[in-house]
Each structure stands twice: as C-alpha cells, then as structure tokens.
C-alpha cells in the first residue's frame, strides 16, 4: 500500500477545516469487508459471552449498558432488548480490528489531522444498526462527552468505516457542515441525564443537514465538534460501522487505562 498516496491532501485539510468534515471512497475491498463484517459478528459473540458470565448492568434515560469483556455494550433502546446497539471499545475482541488501528488507510489522514507522527487511539466504537431495529442517534457532537477525560479535545478526530452501504433508508450518517467552527456547543437541559450531551437545537441549523450516503468500504473523517446525528434504520439492510478517534501520541486511551500508538 502506497502509504504517502494515503496522506491527508490540502483539499481534505481545507474541507475539513470549513465544513468540519470529508470523505473517502472505496477504500476496502469486497473481501476486507467480508472479513470486517465477520469480526463484528464474532466481536458481539465475544462480548455476549463475557456479558454472560458476569453482568454489570445498569441503565440511563432508561437505555441499557452493560459492562463485561472490557467494553461498554449498549442495548437497543427498546424495552427487553436484547439486540446489541455500540460496543466501545471494540478493537481487542477480535485481532483483526487490533490490526486495523494500524491500517495506513486509518492512519495516514489521521496524522495530518492530529498533527503528530505517531498518532495513538483515543476510543473505538462499534455501531451496529440492525435492520428494522437501529434507533437514531440524536443530534450532538462528541467533544462535550470527552471533554473531561482529555487535555486536547480539539486534536479528537474521527475516522468512520461503514462495513455495509449507507444511505438515507438505513440511517446513514448525517452532518451539519460548518456547526464544529463554534467549538463546543451547549447541550440540553431537562432532558435527562444524557440531556447536557445532546446539542441545543437553538445552537445549530437543523435545515442544513446533510446525508452522508456511502457505499461499504467508504471513510467518513469529521470532527471532534461536529453536530451530527442519524435516523433509525427503517430499511430490511443492515448499517454497521466502526468510528476509530485518534489522538497525539503519549497519552492514555478513553476509557482504558492503557496508551495504544497507531501506525
Ligand atoms: O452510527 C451512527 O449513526 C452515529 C454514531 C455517532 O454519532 C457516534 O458514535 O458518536
């Protein structure tokens, strides 16, 4: 793999400057996939399992988490569900989503967006919209929810692989291009506990979101301050992704006690 053909060019450093975030098409093949898809099957498995044998559950908002295996699962939100909604992390349930942190084509932009070589991993979601099942994710942007576990919130950003195609039925990803230029925004409140992470409608312009349609294999790089959210997946497909966040190097992963360079 031509690793300097995969650096971030000054057109994505630009977009992602002005609009917060761009995207990379097919960037893994037919077979990857199948592979990724396979690891996040065995990835729930595993984490079931680890679930089985010890649950430490609890609820918020009336949403469901449970903690086992090292990672936080979080259920569908939809009484008794069983169905598993994110895992974070996500990366050692199964080795070849530990190989993939490593991936140049994860690595490479992330470099020029952190702005140091070697760049380490903040956290890694697993986002599993089930078909008929995937609920939205409302709108909100991920800094406030990191800010207080991080010295550099601004240096977060994201690198999103979807593993299935993407699009308006099932609930791809949507952005409000330009809402990360004002930094962190205020959240809502009376709105539960998760209300202060959900971003204040009266901060952003809702009308000029935009859908981020992507085909399986796609990359999506945004913003630790962009507003963003998604639909349910009304479709009979599923929407998987992956959302890896890096960071500079020499600091401790989210959640973890551990620090994870990449590259
Ligand atoms: O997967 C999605 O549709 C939304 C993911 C997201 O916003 C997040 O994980 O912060």
């Known amino acids: 793999m031509d690793r300097t053909a995969l650096r971030l060019s000054d057109e994505e450093r630009l977009l992602y400057r002005e609009q917060g975030y761009f995207v990379r098409r097919r960037l893994f093949s037919p077979d990857e996939l199948d592979a990724l898809r396979d690891a996040a099957e065995c990835s729930v498995a595993v984490a079931r399992a680890a679930s089985d044998r010890g649950r430490d559950e609890y609820a918020i908002?009336?949403?469901?988490?449970?903690?086992?295996?090292?990672?936080?699962?979080?259920?569908e939100h939809r009484n008794d569900s069983e169905t598993v909604r994110v895992l974070e992390p996500f990366h050692h349930?199964?080795?070849r989503f530990?190989?993939?942190?490593?991936?140049?084509?994860?690595?490479?932009?992330?470099?020029?967006?952190?702005?140091t070589r070697p760049?380490?991993?903040?956290?890694?979601?697993?986002?599993?919209?089930?078909?008929?099942?995937?609920?939205?994710?409302?709108?909100?942007?991920?800094?406030?929810?990191?800010?207080h576990a991080?010295?550099?919130?601004?240096?977060?950003?994201?690198?999103?692989?979807?593993?299935?195609?993407?699009?308006?039925?099932?609930?791809?990803?949507?952005?409000?291009?330009?809402?990360?230029?004002?930094?962190?925004?205020p959240g809502l409140e009376g709105d539960g506990t998760l209300g202060p992470l959900f971003t204040d409608p009266r901060y952003f312009d809702?009308?000029?979101?935009?859908?981020?349609?992507?085909?399986?294999?796609?990359?999506?790089?945004?913003?630790?301050h962009m507003v963003h959210g998604s639909q349910p997946n009304d479709s009979d497909r599923a929407r998987r992704a992956l959302i890896v966040t890096y960071q500079p190097a020499g600091h401790r992963m989210f959640k973890v006690d551990a620090k994870r360079e990449a590259g």
């Open 61 to 75: 908002d009336g949403n469901v988490y449970r903690e086992a295996g090292g990672t936080t699962i979080q259920l």
């Open 93 to 95: 349930l199964d080795p």
């Open 98 to 115: 530990s190989t993939l942190l490593d991936d140049p084509r994860f690595v490479e932009p992330m470099c020029g967006l952190v702005g």
């Open 119 to 147: 760049v380490a991993v903040f956290t890694d979601k697993l986002n599993l919209k089930r078909p008929r099942e995937g609920s939205q994710f409302r709108w909100h942007q991920d800094s406030p929810y990191w800010n």
């Open 150 to 185: 991080t010295p550099h919130v601004d240096r977060l950003p994201n690198a999103m692989l979807v593993l299935d195609d993407a699009d308006i039925a099932n609930g791809c990803l949507r952005m409000i291009p330009g809402s990360h230029r004002k930094g962190m925004l």
């Open 206 to 224: 809702a009308s000029t979101q935009v859908p981020v349609e992507l085909e399986a294999g796609g990359m999506l790089f945004f913003s630790p």
